[in-house]
């Protein structure tokens, strides 16, 4: 009996150390990860000369929003803001439904072409056409220099595309099966009967589509010339590239007013730039990991 209370005891003792540990673990990785939005943030609410002297380290120094006031000050910021929501709510939508539309009759075992689809669909994820052959399609269609330049040659990622053929395939069949005795056709299934169930995979798609539509800066350089139409990332590196221009040709006291503004201002413009995503993604965290964890159960 005594021997079995202090074999109790030590696994009792084993659990907390090792509960310690864990917490402990998750501490440090908490700290690491977010200590650099802190520290962006705290240098764009600082004094701009301290932000040069380097004396910010996790709270603001002599608190300042200065940046801010000239960042959204610059001419055509916030077109620029509107540019980079239409794309992305817009080119978000029509990820979704094609990606939908494509991966469902994939995970259907009697598509007869659903093995070769499938796998002109894989190998895109490794053999492209460039960079070159693209843009020359890109501008014979007519998309050149137009916002549906960013949505129609990105509507569907291979990726995605695989992930929500492998959520649909593990779907139970009673879903479809019991709609099609009552008459409903494969149309009607998966927008009547899949999509309602499908929730955390959505979920996963809109999180990956709006992030890379979002942060898309290659695209908007290479087929967007109207200054009109640029999104966010292209306008602040403008800006950016501006100030630093500016410093490279300004001497004397306004030019080292101009450099202490220019260092405050990178974190400023950091911060408009990940906020949204950043204030958007907790209200889809719930369905993230399911959707990724039953994506990836079958390929």
Request: glycine residues 6%; hydrophobic residues 50%; positive net charge.
């Amino acid at each position: 009996m005594a021997e079995k209370i202090k074999r109790s005891k030590r696994r009792r003792d084993g659990g907390i150390t090792g509960s310690i540990v864990i917490y402990l673990i998750m501490l440090f990785a908490s700290v690491i990860t977010l200590y650099p939005f802190l520290y962006v943030i705290a240098n764009s609410l600082s004094d701009p000369a301290e932000v040069l002297r380097r004396s910010v380290v996790l709270w603001p120094v002599n608190f300042s929003i200065r940046s801010y006031q000239v960042l959204l000050g610059q001419k055509d910021v916030f077109q620029a803001y509107y540019n980079t929501i239409w794309y992305t709510v817009v080119g978000t939508i029509v990820n979704i439904i094609f990606t939908i539309m494509a991966a469902y009759p994939l995970s259907l075992k009697r598509f007869c072409l659903r093995k070769f689809v499938s796998t002109m669909v894989a190998i895109t994820m490794f053999v492209s056409g460039g960079i070159i052959p693209t843009y020359i399609v890109v501008n014979r269609i007519g998309l050149y220099d137009s916002p549906w330049a960013l949505v129609i040659p990105t509507a569907v990622s291979a990726y995605n595309l695989i992930v929500a053929r492998s959520f649909f395939e593990s779907l139970p069949l009673e879903l479809s099966e019991s709609a099609y005795l009552d008459g409903a056709n494969d149309f009607v299934v998966l927008w009547r009967i899949i999509v309602p169930v499908s929730k955390p995979i959505i979920a996963v798609l809109v999180i990956f589509y709006a992030v890379g539509h979002w942060n898309d800066y290659f695209n908007p350089l290479i087929y967007l010339k109207s200054g009109s139409l640029k999104p966010i990332q292209i306008y602040l590196r403008g800006i950016l590239i501006a100030n630093d221009s500016g410093l490279t040709n300004t001497g004397g006291e306004i030019g080292l007013e101009q450099k202490y503004l220019f260092e405050a201002l990178k974190f400023a413009v950091i911060v408009i730039t990940v906020l949204p995503i950043t204030v958007i993604y907790p209200f889809f965290q719930k369905y993230f990991v399911k959707g990724v964890m039953v994506g990836a159960v079958k390929s």
